[in-house]
């Protein structure tokens, strides 16, 4: 059971670049999320969604665009990346908000992108 | 809206030292709240919640709900207590609000 994969584990872009990060859970969850690490930052939620082909903003949404065209995946893109863009990226997935788990969110192992 | 404080972004103490990890939050409703944990370039993994009131990892939490706090305690920190901790609130919303994180060092 491999939960929840983030793709690629690493990246480096350059300013004005592209590119899409891929995350994929086996556990038929409803809902995924993609959140961004930064340093004295904490966790903040950039996109998420409640479902196959719905999407929803979060609390810094600005410079992403995802999809949910299938339950199972969850893409984020950056279509001009920036260095403000740098950081550490994790997605995670739960079942019905987490109201019948034990844990509410399982985690991805993260991306870690840099942008020069 | 929901928002989570943890006021304090290091802890360091002793191997044996008592912890306590601040956690505030602001809802106005009823909220779930929850510790995750993060060990050195590892996944997020959920600590403990509150509606389950049990102990993992000699971690405790309780939810005060009129001080609006949810501390997380432990009477002896072990070394391999050392990571990141969030705290995180979850409200009426499908959304997972996490802290600031506070990173907590335990030296030998």
């Known amino acids: 059971n491999a939960g929840v994969t983030q793709t690629p584990k690493f990246r480096v872009l350059k300013t004005g670049q592209s590119m899409t990060l891929l995350c994929a859970q086996d556990m038929n969850h409803e809902y995924m999320y993609w959140y961004r690490q930064d340093p004295g930052m904490g966790l903040r939620l950039i996109h998420y969604s409640v479902g196959e082909g719905t999407t929803a903003k979060g609390e810094v949404p600005d410079g992403y665009n995802v999809s949910r065209l299938k339950k199972q995946n969850f893409l984020l893109g950056l279509e001009s990346a920036a260095p403000s863009q740098t950081s550490v990226y994790f997605c995670a997935s739960s079942d019905i908000a987490g109201q019948v788990l034990d844990s509410p969110l399982h985690f991805g192992n993260g991306t870690r992108l840099t942008v020069t | 809206a929901q928002r989570v404080t943890q006021p304090e972004k290091l802890l360091s103490v002793f191997k044996g030292a008592p912890v306590e990890l601040k956690c505030n939050y602001s809802y106005s409703g009823s909220p779930e709240l929850f510790w995750y944990v993060q060990y050195s370039r590892q996944r997020l993994q959920l600590l403990l919640r509150?509606?389950s009131r049990e102990s993992i990892k000699g971690f405790t939490a309780d939810l005060n709900k009129g001080e609006t706090s949810f501390h997380l305690k432990k009477p002896f920190a072990q070394e391999e207590d050392s990571a990141m901790y969030y705290c995180?609130?979850?409200?009426?919303?499908?959304?997972?609000?996490f802290g600031k994180g506070m990173k907590l060092t335990v030296n030998p």
């Open positions: 995180a609130l979850m409200g009426g919303s499908e959304k997972l609000v």
């Open positions: 509150h509606i």
